[in-house]
């Protein structure tokens, strides 16, 4: 399969699977929610003591929410300025690049968000790979069979991204651009050097992030057990089909990027009130929304590739076969049952 032909296979298998979107969008809300009504209740104390309260509920007052940001702590602390429109994908980007701690409370929801799509995303990829209807009853029960699969993959996740960001970044930029940039006086030169240091890290990041999603679809396609063969399934396959699979990341990562000059494009500065405010909120929105989308395309395009390559072809909408039947299973189930003597 070629790469144009995985990403075009990854879109039907999303549109051939409406309620996914909508599902994880709801699961997204429903996780940020109690950081939004915690964040509602430390702003409506603040409003009651502030004097301009009028002047900042009519719009994005900056000498209140200094005063704001100087009187909190914790959750009211991440409540800055950058969080209106497109800052927040930089601000976002900024911290990744730069290994910024997360703050406490954020850093909790975020394993809260992990650990739920860690249960979640075996269905999700179960769901794309046998590209038919499995209802309720088969996304559950795909997520439940996979989770601890995934969990234990996890681990070595983990352990991978803290040696990158404490050791790879520490070296990167803590050692080795104090050591480039120490003579020099231009800071274009230092910007660029910077620069070639996030793209080096950036690289390192892909390479092991391609690995693990491969690593996830085999667990789910030939419902493997052990965590660490299909890291090694999955790092063979990367190795042995590297120009299609990096081919096919970066079509993904292009249609990322058009989102993200989208957003940029339309996300209007500061809001004030009225149609205003509400035009901030719903392009941030939707913008959530077509990042959920290219994340499902992302998985589904790479399950078709992955499919393709070692015979485990499309499947068709053959005999319903019991839980926990693998995938795999299901596909030579319905090869078999289509063959003519």
């Not at 050591?179 to 020099?184: G, H, I, M, T």
């Not at 393709?308 to 499947?315: G, K, M, N, V």
């Amino acid at each position: 399969m070629s790469v144009a032909a995985a990403f075009r296979d990854g879109m039907r298998r999303v549109h051939g699977a409406p309620m996914l979107l909508p599902g994880m969008c709801l699961v997204t809300l429903l996780v940020a929610l109690p950081l939004s009504v915690a964040l509602r209740g430390l702003l409506a104390a603040h409003f009651a003591r502030s004097l301009v309260a009028e002047t900042a509920a009519a719009g994005a007052d900056y000498r209140w929410w200094q005063e704001f940001l100087g009187q909190t702590a914790g959750l009211g602390a991440t409540f800055t300025p950058s969080i209106i429109g497109f800052g927040a994908v930089l601000d976002n980007l900024d911290a990744l690049l730069d290994n910024r701690p997360m703050a406490a409370t954020i850093a909790g929801v975020t394993v809260a968000w992990l650990l739920l799509w860690a249960f979640l995303s075996g269905g999700v990829i179960d769901r794309l790979a046998r590209n038919r209807r499995t209802r309720t009853h088969g996304f559950f029960a795909a997520a439940g069979t996979h989770f601890w699969r995934f969990l234990r993959l996890g681990v070595f996740v983990g352990l991978v991204y803290y040696v990158l960001f404490s050791t790879v970044h520490e070296w990167l930029f803590s050692k080795i651009y104090p050591v480039l940039v120490r003579d020099l006086t231009s800071e274009r030169v230092a910007f660029l050097i910077r620069l070639a240091g996030y793209l080096i890290f950036g690289a390192v990041l892909i390479v092991f992030n391609v690995v693990f999603d491969y690593a996830r679809i085999r667990i789910v396609v030939e419902d493997r057990r052990s965590a660490l063969g299909a890291l090694s399934a999955g790092a063979r396959f990367v190795r042995g089909h590297s120009s299609q699979v990096i081919g096919l990341y970066v079509v993904n990562g292009l249609a990322f990027m058009t989102l993200l000059a989208l957003y940029a494009l339309l996300s209007p500065g500061a809001p004030g009130a009225g149609i205003g405010l509400w035009s901030v909120l719903l392009l941030g929105q939707a913008y959530i929304v077509g990042r959920h989308y290219l994340k499902l395309v992302f998985y589904a395009s790479q399950t078709a590739l992955f499919q393709s390559e070692l015979a485990h072809a499309s499947y068709t909408a053959g005999p319903a076969v019991e839980w926990p039947e693998s995938p795999a299973a299901e596909s030579i189930t319905n090869a078999g049952s289509s063959v003519v003597f």
